[in-house]
């Protein structure tokens, strides 16, 4: 039997949430080790770990792989939270370079932009979720979205009346409702004391966004 998977990121969201998100809404538990020192991240680059030498990195099946895309893309496909076909894939992966975009403009964006265009479709398929009536990881994307832009204005939702609800059927599925529990390996918003850690692994001199 396969061990857990391991996440090697830092102690808040960044470019690993998502994936925690993910392995969440497939019921897998994992592991995670944290980094907070210098020293953690080059014995990483010492011992070939990071293809790219840069985190996120996840230990899996034998593998260790790296870049965002690329897990989340083999999280999906090795647990069937992909669209059934090609169509719904693509409408999949559109969805999922909008969730990115977001995270630079949040809310005026959301609000004009991506979120309508999430509520028409909703709207116009009758279904429960994005792309066909099958859970997905354009689902957890936009969950995972939708509550980003709440943390910056509660109300987001009061003029899309079918996120209202998207919303309120994903929060109640049991395992994400385990993960929105205090206790869990959900990370909160980032504050300067997770910016100053990043800083200090990567030897970064500059000015460092929180959405490291």
């Known amino acids: 039997m396969a061990g857990k998977p391991k996440l090697y990121y830092f102690d808040g969201r960044g470019k690993m949430e998502s994936v925690r998100w993910l392995l969440a809404a ?18 990483l680059l010492q011992d070939g770990a990071l293809m790219f030498q840069q985190v996120p990195m996840v230990e899996i099946d034998g593998m260790k792989l790296v870049q965002t895309r690329a897990i989340l893309n083999y999280l999906a ?24 975009k977001q995270h630079a403009l949040i809310v005026q964006k959301a609000t004009n932009r991506y979120f309508p265009a999430y509520e028409k ?8 979720y994005l792309v066909g009536n099958q859970f997905s990881w354009a689902d957890i994307h ?16 009061s003029e899309f009346p079918q996120l209202q609800m998207f919303k ?13 529990e205090p206790g869990s390996q959900r990370k909160p918003i980032p504050d300067d004391k997770y910016v100053e850690t990043v800083r200090r692994v990567l030897q970064m001199y500059y000015n460092v966004k929180a959405s490291v």
């Open 121 to 128: 479709v909703l709207r116009d398929h009758g279904q429960d």
């Open 142 to 157: 936009l969950f995972e979205a939708i509550l980003m832009v709440e943390e910056k204005k509660c109300d987001v939702l």
């Open 26 to 43: 497939a019921g897998v538990e994992f592991e995670e080790e944290l980094l907070e020192t210098r020293e953690q991240y080059e014995k």
């Open 77 to 100: 496909a090795t647990h069937n939270l992909y669209g059934r076909d090609l169509k719904e894939r693509a409408l999949y992966f559109n969805i999922t370079e909008d969730k990115e």
């Open 168 to 180: 309120a059927r994903i929060s109640n599925m049991p395992r994400i409702k385990k993960f929105l």
